[in-house]
């Protein structure tokens, strides 16, 4: 099950794993955005060094502050030991998790669990 930590602030962030075009994991500290509707963002500059495929460029979205322009890239997390190709937004910001990877990390625990007790 996937488990996170609160900061002093009060933010909600979880270890993730993040993997390169070699398939080697790097670990990142992400915080969990429950108003980010997508499954994860973060900077380009990261991105790129992973080696993630730029799928789109500069795709205009509505955000908090208003409209922002993003790079999409394919990207490849391991999160609690399950590799998910996902749509990655890259900008210039923190590594957020969406409430897409937290809905389906909360769904599969309780698929899990529902498989125990059978």
């Known amino acids: 099950m996937i488990q996170g930590e609160f900061d ?4 909600l962030f979880f270890i993730i794993d993040l993997i390169d075009t070699e398939g080697e994991p790097i670990e990142v500290n992400a915080m969990l955005d429950t108003g980010f509707t997508d499954w994860l ?3 380009n500059e ?3 060094t992973l080696g993630w495929i730029l799928v789109d460029s500069e ?3 509505r ?3 208003g409209e922002a322009r993003f790079n999409i890239y394919q990207g490849k997390v391991c999160i609690d030991g399950q590799e998910f190709n996902i749509p990655v937004l890259g900008g210039e910001q923190l590594s957020l998790i969406g409430l897409p990877v937290f809905k389906f990390a909360v769904a599969d625990c309780y698929h899990r669990c529902d498989l125990a007790s059978n």
């Open 8 to 11: 002093d602030e009060g933010k």
């Open 41 to 43: 963002a973060m900077n």
């Open 46 to 48: 990261e991105a790129e």
């Open 59 to 61: 795709q205009l979205m």
């Open 63 to 65: 955000t908090a502050q």
